[in-house]
C-alpha cells in the first residue's frame, strides 16, 4: 500500500490554492487553437463555500465526542502483539476486558479513527478512566503509519477510582487528515515478567477532543485525493508502429478528439470517440479513440471536450531510460554492501547495511545471511519473493536475449548479462538461506518489529532474526536453483553446479517432511508473512525445474534423477488444488511456462494450461473498458498482477502459433499501458516517469530523502482498503480508484522487488 474529491478548506485563500493544486503537478490541461491562448482564472465563485460545521479548527469544535451511552464501543479497533483483550460496553463505558498483558506496552491496543489533526492549533483533549487493579495505561494521539510516533501521549496511573484525565496540547506537526487514537494497555515497564497481572477490566468514557484556540492553525489544505483528469494516455508514450489507444471519461461518446503537436501547437490528428459505455471498476462512462496513425516521433497531447491529456512523446526510444530504473532500483536495493552513489544517485545510496550474523529464531544459534534484496519499502528479505523476482529476470533473459552489460551495476562490463549479474546477487545470499543440515531453506530474516519510516538501511540496528524454515520457500528455492543450473552452466560452471546441488537437497526436504501448512509468523515476530498455506504450486515449480536441469544433464545434474521429478510432474499437472500464477502465492505458471518451451512429454499439456489461462484473461479484458481483467476486484498490489498478467500474455505469444500470437501480444501491451497511464485515475505508477505519478510512496529511503526513488512500481488500487490511511482517503472510491499517494498507505503505495520483476519483463518483451 492510495474524482474529483471535496479537499479540506480553512479559508478563501485555501479554495483558490487547490483549485491550482488539484492534481497535485500543477498541471491544468492544454487546450486547441483560440482556446490554447486562453489562461485559467480562479475567481471567488469557483471558491468552495465555508461550512463551520464541516471546519477541523472552528472555535470550541469537538473534533471527537464518545461517551457510548448507545450501548456500543464506537467503533474501537483492536490491536494485539502478544497480548490478549476484549471490547464490551458496560453501564455506557467502554469495557476493555485485559486476558494477558503481553510483553509490550502496546501488546494490548485499543483505538479510534477518523478525525484530523491541524497544524498550529490548540486542542484540549480528555477521558475518563479507571481499572479494577492499580497500573499505568499509555494514552496517544499517533501518527498512523511510519513509525507510529505520538503527536501527543504519555503514560499515566490508573486505579479503582475514576481519574478524570485532561491535558492541553498544541499540534505541532504538519496537518494529519487520518491519525490515530490509541489506549496501550500492554506490559508496563513497572511490571513483573514472572507475575504478570491476572485478567483485568479498564474502563474508559467520555472521549473527547475539542478545538481550543486555532488562531495559530495552519491553513494549508489538509492532504486528499487530487482531482483526475478524464484524459488517460501511456504517459511514457508510444513506438512508432504501436497501437495507440486514448481513454476518455465521457457521458457522450463519438465526440471528437485531437491529437496536438505539444512543441508547435499545431494539430497532428482528429479522430472521433467510440461510444461511450459503463465501467463498473471506477463507476464512470468510458469512451476510446484510437490514434494509431500517428507515427511521425514528437511530443504530444490530447484535447477533447471531456479535458485533455498528459503528455507523452512517440518514438522507438521511449522505455528506454524507464527500463534501466526499472533494473537499477534492484541495485539500490542491495543489502549487505555499500551501494555507490555513481549508480544508486546521491540520496538513495547507502553504506554497508545488515551485515552482522542473524540469530535462528528460537535458538542461540547465529548465521551469515547478509546479502540479497531489501525486499520492499522495510528492509527485510524474503525467499519467496526473491524467488518470483529472480523467475521473471531469467525469464525476461532467456526469452528476449537480454544481454546488456552496460545497465550500470558495479559489474557492468564483466562479459555476464546485467540481468544475470543482478540475479546472482540475491541467488548468493539465497544459498546462506539453506540450513546445511536438513536441505530445508528459512523463509525469511527481518528485525522483530518494522523499524520507524525515515530509517535508512545502515540505521537499522536491530538483531536480525531469522524465521524458520518453510516449504513455501524451500519449493521456490529449489525451482531457482535448478534454473539456475541451467542459465549460469556455460557462465560459470562451478556456480551452476552448486546451485543445482543446492535444489536437489531442498528437494530431499520437501520430500521427507510433507508438510504442506505453510509459513505463520512466530510469537512476536511481527514483519512481512507471506503465508500461503497451499504449497502444491511450490512443490510442482520445484519438481519441474529440477526435471528440466536433470534432462538436460546441466551442471552437476544426472539425467538418471528425471524420473522422479517426471512422476511428481504427472501427478500434480491435473490436479485442481494446483494454482497457476506468477505471484509469490501463486507460482506453477512458472513450470508451465518452462515445461510449454521444452521439447519434453509435457509440453504439449503444458502448452495448453498456459494458452487456456492467458485465454481467459483476455476475455476478461475484453468486457473492461481499460481493457484489464480484474473485474471490480482490485487488491493489495493489484499492479504487480496487471504486470504479471501482461508477463503471462507476452509468455503466451511465444508458444501460440503465428495466427494467435499478435492477439496475445496485443493484449499484453495494454498492461503495460494501464501502468504507465492508461487507467481510471490517469496516473504513471512507476516513480519518476510520467508528468503525474506517484512522489510520497511507503519505502524507508524514499522518506528519509525527502523525495521518491526512481523507477519504482507501486501496488496500486485496493478496493478492500487495507490500511488505516486509505480507509480514510478511499472510503467512498470506486473499486479501480481506491488508491492514495502517501508513505502511510502501505497497501496501495508501497514498493517491492517483486513488483518491479515483471515490468521488467514486459519492458523486455517491447524491446528494451
Same mark, same amino acid.
Given at each position: 500500500?492510495?474524482?474529483?474529491?471535496?479537499?479540506?478548506?480553512?479559508?478563501?485563500?485555501?479554495?483558490?490554492?487547490?483549485?491550482?493544486?488539484?492534481?497535485?503537478?500543477?498541471?491544468?490541461?492544454?487546450?486547441?487553437?483560440?482556446?490554447?491562448?486562453?489562461?485559467?482564472?480562479?475567481?471567488?465563485?469557483?471558491?468552495?463555500?465555508?461550512?463551520?460545521?464541516?471546519?477541523?479548527?472552528?472555535?470550541?469544535?469537538?473534533?471527537?465526542?464518545?461517551?457510548?451511552?448507545?450501548?456500543?464501543?464506537?467503533?474501537?479497533?483492536?490491536?494485539?502483539?502478544?497480548?490478549?483483550?476484549?471490547?464490551?460496553?458496560?453501564?455506557?463505558?467502554?469495557?476493555?476486558?485485559?486476558?494477558?498483558?503481553?510483553?509490550?506496552?502496546?501488546?494490548?491496543?485499543?483505538?479510534?479513527?477518523?478525525?484530523?489533526?491541524?497544524?498550529?492549533?490548540?486542542?484540549?483533549?480528555?477521558?475518563?478512566?479507571?481499572?479494577?487493579?492499580?497500573?499505568?495505561?499509555?494514552?496517544?494521539?499517533?501518527?498512523?503509519?511510519?513509525?507510529?510516533?505520538?503527536?501527543?501521549?504519555?503514560?499515566?496511573?490508573?486505579?479503582?477510582?475514576?481519574?478524570?484525565?485532561?491535558?492541553?496540547?498544541?499540534?505541532?506537526?504538519?496537518?494529519?487528515?487520518?491519525?490515530?487514537?490509541?489506549?496501550?494497555?500492554?506490559?508496563?515497564?513497572?511490571?513483573?515478567?514472572?507475575?504478570?497481572?491476572?485478567?483485568?477490566?479498564?474502563?474508559?468514557?467520555?472521549?473527547?477532543?475539542?478545538?481550543?484556540?486555532?488562531?495559530?492553525?495552519?491553513?494549508?489544505?489538509?492532504?486528499?485525493?487530487?482531482?483526475?483528469?478524464?484524459?488517460?494516455?501511456?504517459?511514457?508514450?508510444?513506438?512508432?508502429?504501436?497501437?495507440?489507444?486514448?481513454?476518455?471519461?465521457?457521458?457522450?461518446?463519438?465526440?471528437?478528439?485531437?491529437?496536438?503537436?505539444?512543441?508547435?501547437?499545431?494539430?497532428?490528428?482528429?479522430?472521433?470517440?467510440?461510444?461511450?459505455?459503463?465501467?463498473?471498476?471506477?463507476?464512470?462512462?468510458?469512451?476510446?479513440?484510437?490514434?494509431?496513425?500517428?507515427?511521425?516521433?514528437?511530443?504530444?497531447?490530447?484535447?477533447?471536450?471531456?479535458?485533455?491529456?498528459?503528455?507523452?512523446?512517440?518514438?522507438?526510444?521511449?522505455?528506454?531510460?524507464?527500463?534501466?530504473?526499472?533494473?537499477?532500483?534492484?541495485?539500490?536495493?542491495?543489502?549487505?554492501?555499500?551501494?555507490?552513489?555513481?549508480?544508486?544517485?546521491?540520496?538513495?545510496?547507502?553504506?554497508?547495511?545488515?551485515?552482522?550474523?542473524?540469530?535462528?529464531?528460537?535458538?542461540?544459534?547465529?548465521?551469515?545471511?547478509?546479502?540479497?534484496?531489501?525486499?520492499?519499502?522495510?528492509?527485510?528479505?524474503?525467499?519467496?519473493?526473491?524467488?518470483?523476482?529472480?523467475?521473471?529476470?531469467?525469464?525476461?533473459?532467456?526469452?528476449?536475449?537480454?544481454?546488456?552489460?552496460?545497465?550500470?551495476?558495479?559489474?557492468?562490463?564483466?562479459?555476464?548479462?546485467?540481468?544475470?549479474?543482478?540475479?546472482?546477487?540475491?541467488?548468493?545470499?539465497?544459498?546462506?538461506?539453506?540450513?546445511?543440515?536438513?536441505?530445508?531453506?528459512?523463509?525469511?530474516?527481518?528485525?522483530?518489529?518494522?523499524?520507524?519510516?525515515?530509517?535508512?538501511?545502515?540505521?537499522?540496528?536491530?538483531?536480525?532474526?531469522?524465521?524458520?524454515?518453510?516449504?513455501?520457500?524451500?519449493?521456490?528455492?529449489?525451482?531457482?536453483?535448478?534454473?539456475?543450473?541451467?542459465?549460469?552452466?556455460?557462465?560459470?560452471? !562451478?556456480?551452476? #553446479?552448486? %546451485?543445482?546441488?543446492? @535444489? $536437489?537437497?531442498?528437494? &530431499?526436504?520437501?520430500? +521427507?517432511? /510433507?508438510?504442506?501448512?505453510?509459513?505463520?509468523?512466530?510469537?512476536?515476530?511481527?514483519?512481512?508473512?507471506?503465508?500461503?498455506?497451499?504449497?502444491?504450486?511450490?512443490?510442482?515449480?520445484?519438481?519441474?525445474?529440477?526435471?528440466?536441469?536433470?534432462?538436460?544433464?546441466?551442471?552437476? !545434474?544426472?539425467? #538418471?534423477? %528425471?524420473?522422479?521429478? @517426471? $512422476?511428481?510432474?504427472? &501427478?500434480?499437472?491435473? +490436479?485442481? /488444488?494446483?494454482?497457476?500464477?506468477?505471484?509469490?502465492?501463486?507460482?506453477?505458471?512458472?513450470?508451465?511456462?518452462?515445461?510449454?518451451?521444452?521439447?519434453?512429454?509435457?509440453?504439449?499439456?503444458?502448452?495448453?494450461?498456459?494458452?487456456?489461462?492467458?485465454?481467459?484473461?483476455?476475455? !476478461?479484458?475484453?468486457?473492461?473498458?481499460?481493457?484489464?481483467?480484474?473485474?471490480?476486484?482490485?487488491?493489495?498490489?493489484?499492479?504487480?498482477?496487471?504486470?504479471?498478467?501482461?508477463?503471462?500474455?507476452?509468455?503466451?505469444?511465444?508458444?501460440?502459433?503465428?495466427?494467435?500470437?499478435?492477439?496475445?501480444?496485443?493484449?499484453?501491451?495494454?498492461?503495460?499501458?494501464?501502468?504507465?497511464?492508461?487507467?481510471?485515475?490517469?496516473?504513471?505508477?512507476?516513480?519518476?516517469?510520467?508528468?503525474?505519478?506517484?512522489?510520497?510512496?511507503?519505502?524507508?529511503?524514499?522518506?528519509?530523502?525527502?523525495?521518491?526513488?526512481?523507477?519504482?512500481?507501486?501496488?496500486?488500487?485496493?478496493?478492500?482498503?487495507?490500511?488505516?490511511?486509505?480507509?480514510?482517503?478511499?472510503?467512498?472510491?470506486?473499486?479501480?480508484?481506491?488508491?492514495?499517494?502517501?508513505?502511510?498507505?502501505?497497501?496501495?503505495?508501497?514498493?517491492?522487488?517483486?513488483?518491479?520483476?515483471?515490468?521488467?519483463?514486459?519492458?523486455?518483451?517491447?524491446?528494451?
Amino acid at each position: 500500500m492510495k474524482k474529483a474529491s471535496a479537499k479540506i478548506v480553512m479559508s478563501a485563500l485555501l479554495a483558490s490554492v487547490l483549485l491550482v493544486q488539484g492534481c497535485g503537478t500543477g498541471y491544468k490541461g492544454r487546450m486547441v487553437g483560440k482556446d490554447a491562448e486562453k489562461k485559467a482564472a480562479t475567481t471567488a465563485d469557483n471558491a468552495p463555500k465555508i461550512d463551520d460545521s464541516n471546519n477541523p479548527i472552528a472555535q470550541g469544535k469537538k473534533i471527537i465526542d464518545l461517551n457510548f451511552d448507545d450501548g456500543g464501543t464506537s467503533s474501537f479497533g483492536s490491536f494485539t502483539e502478544g497480548g490478549e483483550f476484549y471490547l464490551a460496553n458496560k453501564d455506557g463505558m467502554l469495557d476493555v476486558k485485559i486476558v494477558n498483558v503481553g510483553y509490550l506496552d502496546y501488546s494490548n491496543q485499543a483505538f479510534w479513527e477518523g478525525f484530523p489533526l491541524v497544524e498550529g492549533c490548540e486542542y484540549t483533549y480528555s477521558f475518563d478512566i479507571k481499572s479494577d487493579i492499580e497500573r499505568k495505561v499509555e494514552y496517544r494521539l499517533q501518527i498512523n503509519g511510519g513509525d507510529y510516533h505520538a503527536y501527543k501521549g504519555e503514560y499515566i496511573k490508573v486505579g479503582t477510582e475514576v481519574t478524570n484525565f485532561k491535558v492541553d496540547f498544541v499540534m505541532k506537526e504538519k496537518s494529519d487528515p487520518a491519525p490515530r487514537l490509541v489506549f496501550n494497555m500492554g506490559f508496563m515497564d513497572d511490571m513483573d515478567k514472572s507475575n504478570k497481572p491476572s485478567e483485568h477490566h479498564i474502563y474508559i468514557d467520555n472521549i473527547c477532543l475539542q478545538v481550543k484556540d486555532n488562531t495559530n492553525a495552519k491553513a494549508p489544505e489538509i492532504e486528499a485525493l487530487p482531482s483526475y483528469l478524464n484524459v488517460a494516455v501511456n504517459q511514457l508514450g508510444y513506438r512508432i508502429n504501436d497501437e495507440k489507444t486514448v481513454f476518455v471519461k465521457t457521458e457522450k461518446g463519438k465526440e471528437d478528439f485531437f491529437v496536438v503537436n505539444a512543441e508547435t501547437g499545431k494539430i497532428a490528428w482528429q479522430g472521433k470517440l467510440s461510444e461511450t459505455a459503463d465501467d463498473p471498476a471506477s463507476k464512470s462512462k468510458v469512451a476510446r479513440g484510437d490514434f494509431s496513425g500517428v507515427n511521425q516521433p514528437g511530443t504530444y497531447y490530447i484535447y477533447t471536450e471531456a479535458g485533455s491529456s498528459y503528455t507523452f512523446r512517440i518514438g522507438d526510444d521511449v522505455y528506454a531510460d524507464l527500463y534501466k530504473d526499472v533494473v537499477l532500483m534492484l541495485y539500490r536495493q542491495r543489502c549487505g554492501v555499500a551501494t555507490d552513489k555513481a549508480i544508486a544517485g546521491e540520496d538513495f545510496a547507502h553504506e554497508a547495511c545488515h551485515t552482522g550474523e542473524a540469530k535462528i529464531f528460537g535458538t542461540d544459534k547465529k548465521k551469515d545471511v547478509s546479502g540479497g534484496w531489501h525486499d520492499a519499502g522495510d528492509y527485510g528479505r524474503y525467499v519467496v519473493s526473491g524467488a518470483k523476482t529472480v523467475a521473471d529476470l531469467f525469464a525476461a533473459y532467456e526469452d528476449y536475449g537480454v544481454k546488456a552489460d552496460n545497465l550500470g551495476v558495479p559489474e557492468s562490463g564483466n562479459g555476464t548479462p546485467d540481468l544475470l549479474d543482478e540475479a546472482r546477487f540475491e541467488l548468493d545470499w539465497m544459498l546462506k538461506m539453506q540450513d546445511d543440515e536438513t536441505g530445508g531453506v528459512y523463509h525469511k530474516v527481518t528485525g522483530m518489529t518494522f523499524p520507524g519510516m525515515s530509517a535508512t538501511p545502515e540505521k537499522e540496528t536491530a538483531e536480525m532474526v531469522i524465521a524458520p524454515v518453510s516449504t513455501t520457500a524451500t519449493g521456490d528455492f529449489a525451482a531457482v536453483m535448478a534454473r539456475a543450473a541451467i542459465i549460469y552452466k556455460d557462465i560459470d560452471a !562451478a556456480f551452476a #553446479a552448486k %546451485a543445482y546441488e543446492a @535444489a $536437489a537437497k531442498a528437494w &530431499k526436504y520437501i520430500a +521427507d517432511n /510433507n508438510d504442506t501448512t505453510g509459513f505463520k509468523n512466530p510469537e512476536g515476530m511481527d514483519t512481512g508473512e507471506y503465508p500461503d498455506a497451499n504449497t502444491l504450486d511450490e512443490r510442482f515449480w520445484a519438481a519441474a525445474e529440477l526435471y528440466l536441469a536433470a534432462n538436460i544433464e546441466a551442471a552437476g !545434474a544426472k539425467k #538418471a534423477d %528425471a524420473d522422479t521429478y @517426471a $512422476a511428481f510432474i504427472k &501427478k500434480t499437472m491435473s +490436479d485442481s /488444488n494446483l494454482k497457476l500464477g506468477l505471484g509469490w502465492t501463486d507460482m506453477a505458471m512458472y513450470a508451465v511456462y518452462d515445461l510449454a518451451k521444452s521439447s519434453t512429454e509435457f509440453s504439449a499439456d503444458a502448452k495448453k494450461l498456459l494458452l487456456a489461462e492467458a485465454d481467459k484473461l483476455i476475455s !476478461a479484458a475484453s468486457g473492461d473498458r481499460y481493457y484489464q481483467s480484474l473485474g471490480t476486484n482490485y487488491y493489495w498490489g493489484s499492479n504487480m498482477d496487471i504486470a504479471s498478467n501482461g508477463e503471462l500474455l507476452y509468455m503466451a505469444a511465444r508458444v501460440a502459433d503465428e495466427k494467435a500470437a499478435p492477439n496475445y501480444k496485443k493484449a499484453a501491451s495494454k498492461n503495460l499501458d494501464y501502468l504507465l497511464g492508461t487507467n481510471a485515475m490517469g496516473y504513471s505508477f512507476v516513480t519518476g516517469y510520467g508528468e503525474f505519478s506517484p512522489k510520497k510512496v511507503h519505502h524507508r529511503p524514499s522518506v528519509a530523502a525527502g523525495k521518491a526513488m526512481p523507477g519504482m512500481l507501486v501496488g496500486g488500487a485496493d478496493n478492500a482498503l487495507e490500511d488505516d490511511y486509505a480507509k480514510k482517503m478511499c472510503k467512498n472510491e470506486a473499486p479501480s480508484m481506491c488508491y492514495v499517494d502517501n508513505d502511510a498507505s502501505y497497501s496501495t503505495n508501497e514498493v517491492t522487488v517483486y513488483w518491479n520483476s515483471p515490468l521488467i519483463y514486459i519492458l523486455a518483451a517491447e524491446g528494451n
